[in-house]
């Protein structure tokens, strides 16, 4: 189950990642490509994820 949980946060926490390049334009080929917006959403989304490996990964 705990690598699940990890899979599922690293997911997410990478499409958040990719989101945030898009939003500033490194990375293109999207509608997201140069739109601000998505600078933002990818932040939240990619603190959401790094939020699941904490939650995933107990420490003591």
Do not use: H
Not at 21 to 39: A, D, N
């Amino acid at each position: 189950m705990r690598l699940i949980k990890n899979l599922l946060a690293l997911i997410v926490l990478t499409i958040g990642a990719l989101w945030s390049l898009q939003g500033i334009g490194l990375v293109g080929g999207s509608f997201m490509t140069g739109q601000s917006q998505w600078l933002y959403v990818g932040i939240v989304t990619a603190l959401v994820g790094l939020a699941g490996l904490v939650w995933a990964n107990p420490r003591g």
